[in-house]
């Protein structure tokens, strides 16, 4: 009889456990439908292309700026594998216009593009288990920009 009870309370809180995994999000994606909230982050990430069903984390980004010429980084959540999401950027962003001007495949995935006077930089890190499969970090900056080191004191 003991064992029973016992058995019933580790699946009950193995059971809430699962219920407020499953619960948990970030919370700060725009919400909508899948149109109006691709609309959204093209007005503020402009001629960048995302992968499908990719959602802005808000509380991870710093976006300043919006449309063709914001700075700063964006982090997204993937629902597609790291190497799919790769395969992604490698394709999508030179027909966007971008050039390619390094890209490094391993556990933490680095691709770099240049277009015009800009550079993105996009990091590829897989999710956790409860959560996104990918984890996407882009970062947008002035190509040229005037970078001084600091000074030693």
Known sequence: MIQLKRFKSIASALILSLLLAACATSGDSPTGTPGEVQEIQLQLLGDMPLPAASRIIGSDS???GRGDNWVGRVVLSGVQTPTDIYAFFQ???PRAGWTTVSAVKSKTSILVFTKGDRTSTIELNEGAFS?????ITITASPKNANVVAPSKK
Not at 131 to 135: F, L, R, Y
């Open 131 to 135: 959560g996104p499969k990918t984890i």
């Open 62 to 64: 710093l976006i300043i």
């Open 91 to 93: 394709s999508e962003y």
